[in-house]
């Protein structure tokens, strides 16, 4: 099996609200005991002719939902987001007036 199917086996996507999610299993998988954790064919939110896990909930919200599976995702595997910060962003001291 190529690399090009095993990534298309573990691609998922989530269309909430209308708006299609792509992730992997594995970024899903990193927290365990959850909804997203468990996802099977089996379940009735699953559309198989689209390919797709569908949910009625708040597109932008889950966004920020996926963005924190990501993010444990990648701090599981020793990513300092603090390094990747805009550099407007990072915390600076200020110079004193006076």
Do not use: C
């Amino acid at each position: 099996m190529n690399t090009l199917n095993v990534e298309a086996e573990n691609k998922v996507i989530l269309n909430v609200g209308g708006i299609r999610h792509e992730t992997y299993k594995a970024t899903l998988k990193k927290i365990p005991a959850t909804r997203l954790s468990r996802l099977t064919e089996a379940l009735g939110n699953y559309d198989p002719m689209l390919n797709e896990y569908f949910f009625d909930r708040h597109p932008g919200v889950f966004a920020q939902v996926l963005n924190y599976y990501s993010l444990k995702f990648w701090l599981n595997r020793g990513f300092d987001p603090e390094r990747m910060q805009h550099p407007s962003r990072r915390t600076r001291s200020l110079p004193e007036i006076g």
